[in-house]
């Protein structure tokens, strides 16, 4: 099995940050990582050339990028082609997605790369590499050869990975099944009743399970804040919180406000139609409606403050990271509970 | 370790031979102590520098193991080395660099 191997300025022994802006280059044979994965691939595959090419230079040229290492890489006729493996670096990994995704589409092989979870060529490149997942740094590099190793040994015995071998490529495959749907889904569940083993044929993004707090015994004396991902900010949005994959959240005050109106309030929110929500922001931050509650007796106070970020493509991550700072500033104002709005 | 680092460790076991190098190493944490240690003596893990697939099997010592700390002047480890022996995970660091140093030094 003929093998191209793709690596970045780093691995390739040009320089670190300052050689990031390196132009595509191809060397014979191995080079860094790929003298490890060589030695561990004789007798199934050889690494013939490696492309290098500097993060920065790739992901500012990308279309450029695609195209020259694309060109380096077929002159080869390699059967496959590893990219990285590129741990948590993000640009590394966005580049070794692209070359996955161009090689895969232009030269139909498959790419195999090793990649930190969270890395960001995860998220958008997946579907087009067979990703093993390591570590978050080149430390990981001793357990990401031999995985990395093992997947190129499956493909060269003419196979496909099994599914938990790699990240998840969110590629939906066809397939004539024996048995329709129900009788299947109906198995499954004998099976789980009856604690047998059973493989799902659909399974389920892992969403973190949130402990509910203790109940709030007496609401009448209860101090209640609103939060709310739905973008409601003063008008003019101040703090420029962005109408997609927001980067902060702001944090307003709600002294002498008794209602959202139209002339004070706005959504900064670009994944919904604003028309109803700039009309009147009461609709998803609603404040009219708790000032009454105070009014009435029902809850204690209204938290003099309000928290906004725009929930439209924001990463769990950044959300997570806003969601431990506003709890926080919730905390020391003593606030008994919180009501989240969404869109 | 560095690119930088790597390369000067590489031509001083070839300048002096490597029977007559030992690495005195100052990290702060086992993990990366251990990294160092391994880099000069089986290669660098990350196979990204100049010691990439090179096992020169050099040994290396953390300042704070007592082989190497009992030939620096007293006076001279209180002024540059007993703070931060303090602080850090004395323990872990000379551990993690003794298993690696006993795993692959030759000399």
């Known amino acids: ?343 | 370790m560095d690119m930088e680092n790597q390369r000067r460790v590489k031509e001083y076991a070839e300048k002096f031979g490597k029977e007559q190098v030992v690495c005195i190493l100052g990290g702060a944490e086992a993990e990366a102590s251990g990294l160092a240690a391994e880099t000069v003596s089986n290669g660098d893990p990350a196979w990204a520098g100049p010691l990439a697939g090179v096992q020169l099997g050099l040994k290396a010592f953390h300042i704070f193991e007592d082989d190497i700390k009992n030939q620096v002047d007293p006076a001279v480890y209180e002024a540059q080395v007993s703070l931060m022996e303090m602080v850090l995970d004395v323990d872990a660091i000379t551990k993690e660099v003794s298993t690696i140093r006993n795993q692959y030094a030759n000399w």
């Open chain 1, 1 to 343: 099995m003929r093998i191209v191997h793709y690596i970045n300025q780093f691995f390739g022994g040009i320089g670190g940050e300052d050689k990031a802006d390196f132009r595509p280059e191809v060397r014979e044979g191995v080079v860094g990582p790929g003298q490890a994965l060589n030695q561990a691939l004789a007798g199934t595959g050889e690494i013939v050339a490696t492309v290098i090419c500097g993060d920065s230079w790739f992901n500012e040229n990308l279309e450029e990028a695609k195209a020259t290492v694309l060109e380096k890489i077929s002159k080869y006729s390699p059967d496959l082609v590893i990219a990285g493996p590129a741990f948590n670096a993000g640009r590394y990994g966005m580049a070794c997605g692209a070359v996955a995704e161009v090689v895969s589409k232009q030269l139909g092989i498959p790419v195999v790369s090793g990649m930190y979870k969270e890395n960001p060529g995860v998220e958008v490149y997946r579907k087009f590499a067979w990703i093993v997942e390591t570590g978050n740094s080149a430390a990981d590099m001793r357990k990401a050869v031999p995985a990395i190793v093992a997947m190129v040994k499956v493909f060269a015995a003419g196979q496909t990975p099994e599914p938990g071998t790699y990240i998840e490529r969110g590629v939906r495959v066809n397939y004539m099944a024996n048995e329709r749907g129900s009788k299947r889904a109906v198995d499954m569940l004998v099976k789980k009743l009856t604690e047998q083993p059973f493989v799902t044929e659909f399974p389920m993004p892992e969403f973190d399970r949130v402990a509910p707090n203790q109940p709030i015994r007496d609401l009448s004396k209860a101090k209640i804040a609103l939060v709310t991902s739905g973008g409601i900010v003063p008008k003019g949005n101040p703090d420029h919180i962005e109408s997609s994959s927001a980067s902060k959240y702001g944090k307003y005050s709600l002294e002498g406000v008794t209602d959202l109106t139209a002339e004070t309030h706005e959504t900064a929110h670009g994944g919904y139609d604003p028309t109803y929500a700039n009309k009147d922001a009461d609709r998803v931050l609603p404040v009219d409606v708790l000032r009454d509650l105070v009014k009435e007796g029902v809850i204690g106070s209204l938290h003099e403050y309000w928290y906004a970020t725009v929930g439209n493509g924001t990463a769990v991550a950044s959300a997570k990271a806003y969601a431990q700072k506003i709890a926080e500033d919730l905390h020391n104002y003593k606030v008994d509970a919180v009501i989240l709005t969404s869109t």
